[in-house]
């Protein structure tokens, strides 16, 4: 906590202010970071225009939530650190937007806008894609966040985008 504290320009007993102990910050920013999630699958759900600039819209709010340090952002992938109290809703709240992502994939691969796939597969490789940023990216490297937010997003929409699946090129060239 006096960690914590520091960081935040607080005094340890300003800290306790706020919240009772380190589940209830680690909480408040989770939860912050789903809020924010589900803002920007909200505007993806409800934007006119094609469906992969949609999806590179949400990518990008998704990497920006992680690595732009706001309200500790990336703790929520450390949603297991949590009680079991606080666990659960945090939980919750993540489920509701995988599957909201989840809907807007299977949408694009029945539409023909997404390359034929398992909806379900194809979420969590794009969500994971997104997620990892959190763990390599340093704010003092080469490119700033916004940047590395914008070509994460590209590569994560280009993996679900229709096209030749590399296994079944494969095969057919083994057999040519």
């Known amino acids: 906590m006096r960690d914590i504290a520091v960081a935040a320009d607080l005094s340890p007993g300003n800290l306790y202010t706020y919240f009772r102990?380190?589940?209830?910050?680690?909480?408040?920013?989770?939860?912050r970071a789903l809020d924010r999630l589900l803002a920007a699958l909200a505007r993806a759900r409800t934007a006119r225009g094609p469906l992969a600039a949609r999806l590179h819209g949400l990518a990008v709010a998704h990497v920006l939530c992680l690595v732009d340090d706001v309200?500790?952002?990336a703790a929520h992938l450390e949603?297991?650190?949590l009680p079991a109290r606080l666990r659960a809703p945090i939980v919750a709240k993540r489920d509701r937007y995988e599957r909201g992502v989840r809907a807007l994939v299977a949408a694009g691969i029945r539409r023909g806008d997404l390359g034929p796939t398992d909806p379900t597969v194809a979420t969590r490789a794009f969500l994971g894609?997104?997620?990892w940023t959190a763990h390599w990216f340093r704010p003092d490297g080469p490119h700033p966040a916004d940047r590395v937010a914008r070509i994460v997003a590209d590569y994560a929409?280009?993996?679900l985008a229709?096209?030749?699946p590399a296994?079944?090129?494969e095969n057919e060239r083994r057999t040519a």
């Open 21 to 31: 102990g380190k589940d209830e910050i680690l909480f408040f920013c989770q939860d």
């Open 71 to 73: 309200d500790g952002s």
């Open 79 to 81: 949603v297991d650190a």
């Open 129 to 131: 894609a997104l997620n």
């Open 157 to 159: 929409v280009r993996g």
């Open 162 to 164: 229709p096209g030749e």
């Open 167 to 169: 296994e079944r090129g």
